[in-house]
Nanobody
Framework: QVQLVESGGGLVQPGGSLRLSCAAS????????MRWYRQAPGKERELVAA???????NYADLVKGRFTISRDNAKNTVYLQMNSLKPEDTAVYYC?????????WGQGTQVTVSS
């Protein structure tokens, strides 16, 4: 029903920026809330940012003011612009789509913040 593919991860120095993308299949994207999660080794998966179908956004306290979530419904894509990156942002970042109470996940993209 839904396939999600993340891209844009990589290695960046502290203070740098990355933009993650998540491309979704199908027509459900336009009406679905989208979320970015991340999971570091040995830690629980945590919510980073969320955006509703109408564009309302929410952020985890640790990334507020540094990260921006956005969506382009014409491209079936959600983005996560990450600025002022810190080593503690290092994690695998996952795209999530919720539809009728069911969560769809991408395979994840690695973000490493290191000097």
């Amino acid at each position: 029903q839904v396939q999600l593919v993340e891209s844009g991860g990589g290695l960046v120095q502290p203070g740098g920026s990355l933009r993650l993308s998540c491309a979704a299949s199908g027509s459900i994207f336009r009406i679905a809330p989208m979320r970015w999660y991340r999971q570091a080794p040995g830690k629980e998966r945590e919510l980073v940012a969320a955006i509703t179908s109408g564009g309302n956004t929410n952020y985890a306290d640790l990334v507020k003011g540094r990260f921006t979530i956005s969506r382009d419904n014409a491209k079936n894509t959600v983005y996560l612009q990450m600025n002022s990156l810190k080593p503690e942002d290092t994690a695998v970042y996952y795209c999530n789509l919720r539809h009728i109470g069911y969560d769809y996940w991408g395979q994840g993209t690695q973000v490493t913040v290191s000097s």
